[in-house]
């Protein structure tokens, strides 16, 4: 495979948390969707065993809210955002990349404007959201959210305790009726833990977006405009490796959006 050329300025390292072997297996299955159980079994541990790494995961990084602790290990470079971007955000990508090549790149192709480039970008990224939001609106209604559900769920990603959701969802003190809620929520969304269901409800457009969304948008389009800038007029690349950093810096930008989206309303709200 052809060598990505990645262009961007060399900045300072944070300091990271340091993780073991299993505790890093941990996240990185989390982050995948696996549940605790299911993670266990992948380990090959017991539950008591996979409790201690979980609960050591929490200690290192000082908070027991894991779109936190994942939003931690993704800025640190311990967990890779490209390595968990779905399949039909690829195929987007893909796509985008043979049309931004076509009309940018190419001797035939006809000049276009650097603001144009960044309205195919931008054309990029909602098309990611249309898709998606499209496969949810096409499900049955008995497959999607209700109203309480979608409650709940806001509900949790505000970090609300248990007392607080019973008295604003007006239901009884019943664990059982927050853990029914719990099930129907995961298998509408299509995750096994909160991370994966507040990450999906986010791609849903089912929470509210922060208030600083279309200025991190704007900024990561700017970005990503001036790096696929660069790429065109680095002459000594062959086609393929152009592609391929197109198809790359698309990627970026997604992932950056969508993880900016995730972990700043989770530090607006909590």
Known sequence: MPKAYKLRKNKRKSKTVILGHLELFYLRLYAHGLNTNEIADFLDVDQIKVNQIRYNITAKYNTKN???????????????????????????????????????????????????LKQNIIAFYYTCEVKLSDEYDKKKNDEKLTSQELRFVKLKYNNLSPEAIYKRLSISHSEEKLRSLKRSVFKKLEANNWYNAFKKAMQLNLLDEPKSHSINLESEVATCCNKIIRINNLKRLLDSEKKLSIYNELLELYTNVEFSKLITNAEESI
């Open 66 to 116: 894991w779109v936190k602790i994942l939003g931690k290990a993704f800025k640190n470079n311990v967990l890779q955002q490209q390595d968990f971007i779905s399949t039909v955000i690829k195929q987007i990508a893909l796509q985008h990349t043979q049309l931004i090549y076509e009309q940018y790149f190419l001797p035939t192709s006809s000049s276009i404007s650097n603001n144009q």
